[in-house]
């Protein structure tokens, strides 16, 4: 492995269920992770009260499903919400028609942090063939209170649109309003007009989450880029912004186009992030020498929102002296692959986190943990990186073409400075900065 600045202080294998988004809550002075997973319907608890040595609660299971995936999270307000959807399948090896749910499950998390109670199941619709593109719920926002605020696929509809639901009564959520972009309304616009699909994230769709910074919500919208929404009227949001960045950044073999749109909660800025891939499930023969467009994390200037503005852009990062290869481009495949970040922290205003201003962090696939300064907006820098060993083995069998290669996938932080990160192909590592 390979480190700056941070230093590995515990691991959990998560009984071989590699780890995707993770949601924390603090009970009593105890610290519960719940884990959602890349692979596997359902999710796991652990307690890391002490972060060194990650106790395995259990792993409660999803529907049985060929095709299912519960692959986000967030827990918030004693809830513990479960995004139900499928998978792309040359990532998640799911068939395009494998049966799955698409919708929320929403747990009581608040009576017994580390038994879940079911309190009830919303569908978003019917379930939709897979086509390169999730579908069901995928990314979403909640932190506590009444709304959830999701990136949810809807009957009629392409691609994923914002969708509110009311949990006001969590044992009966009640969808309250929805936006959209025109062209994702199939019924109203003419069939000359539809885009077409064989690659749906370079049109509109929301990634999510849909993040809510008062009265506005900042959407990473594929093809659309960054979209700004007033949720002034919960029933009727309504556009207010936008930023494209796509094609110049973003498409071909990377992943969504536009991914992750972070406003910072003190400062009038915002984190615009394209998706690169990961690089174990491609190939020189898929890529078959294609230039791959640069993938960015950004700053953007958000204080007139009806004009977001990208002010810089991030540095390459760091690539460690003994590293074996040159660069994170070409890392493995023996050509250029579509490099770049996933994740990012996300504070959710929740208590349990780490809400700091001036400072990043993203798990970058393959480059592993990335930290960076932000105090100026205008010239983020590296601070400090983590990049997990490869593995010696996979967690499940792999059918992957590409190169055996540490791939991270999300990173969350407590509110005492611990950094949890998992992985394509293994477990949770739990980090601390030193810097």
């Not at 009593?28 to 972060?51: A, C, K, M, Q, W």
């Not at 009966?172 to 885009?195: C, F, H, S, T, Y």
């Not at 972070?262 to 499930?281: D, M, Q, V």
């Not at 294609?290 to 004009?307: E, T």
Request: charged share 20%; glycine share 8%; hydrophobic share 35%.
């Amino acid at each position: 492995m390979y480190s700056k600045n941070i230093e590995l202080i515990g691991f959990h294998n998560l009984n071989d269920r590699p780890g995707f988004q993770m949601a924390m809550q603090e009970v009593n002075g105890r610290y519960y992770l719940y884990v959602s997973h890349f692979r596997h319907s359902g999710t796991t608890i652990l307690e890391v009260t002490d972060p060194s040595t990650p106790r395995f609660v259990h792993f409660l299971e999803g529907p049985n499903l060929s095709g299912q995936l519960m692959n986000k999270i967030q827990v918030a307000d004693g809830l513990m919400i479960c995004a139900m959807g499928t998978g792309i399948p040359f990532l998640h090896n799911i068939g395009r028609d494998d049966p799955y749910i698409p919708g929320l499950k929403i747990y009581d998390v608040k009576t017994d942090p580390e038994n879940p109670k079911l309190l009830s199941t919303w569908l978003a619709g019917e379930a939709q063939p897979c086509d390169n593109i999730c579908l069901g719920v995928h990314r979403f926002f909640y932190n506590g209170g009444r709304y959830v605020h999701l990136a949810a696929t809807c009957d009629g509809f392409s691609n994923m649109i914002y969708r509110i639901l009311d949990i006001e009564d969590p044992t009966n959520p009640v969808e309250v309003g929805r936006w959209w972009m025109p062209e994702q309304w199939e019924r109203g616009i003419l069939a000359k007009d539809k885009p077409d699909t064989k690659f749906p994230m370079d049109y509109a769709g929301l990634h999510g989450p849909p993040y809510v910074k008062g009265n506005h919500v900042y959407c990473g919208y594929n093809g659309a880029g960054m979209v700004i929404l007033d949720i002034s009227d919960i029933h009727l949001p309504q556009i207010v912004g936008q930023l494209k960045t796509y094609p110049v950044f973003g498409g071909k073999f990377s992943g969504a186009r536009c991914h992750t749109v972070l406003p910072l909660s003190k400062r009038p800025y915002a984190i615009f992030t394209n998706e690169g891939e990961r690089f174990p499930c491609l190939s020189k023969e898929v890529i078959q020498g294609q230039a791959q467009p640069l993938n960015i994390l950004g700053m953007v200037d958000c204080r007139d929102v009806s004009d977001p503005t990208l002010i810089s852009v991030f540095p390459y990062p760091e690539v460690p002296a003994d590293f074996p290869y040159p660069n994170f481009n070409d890392c493995g495949l023996g050509c250029q692959g579509p490099f770049g970040p996933h994740n990012i922290h996300e504070p959710h205003d929740h208590p349990a986190l780490e809400d700091r201003n001036d400072r990043l962090y993203c798990c970058y696939f393959h480059a592993g943990l990335r930290i960076y300064d932000i105090a100026d907006p205008y010239v983020p820098k590296e601070i400090a990186y983590f990049i997990p060993p490869k593995p010696e083995k996979w967690c499940f069998e792999n059918t992957y073409q590409g190169p055996n290669l540490a791939t991270t996938e999300d990173v969350l932080v407590d509110n005492r400075g611990n950094i949890f990160i998992d992985t394509f192909h293994d477990g949770i590592y739990v980090l601390r900065s030193t810097v």
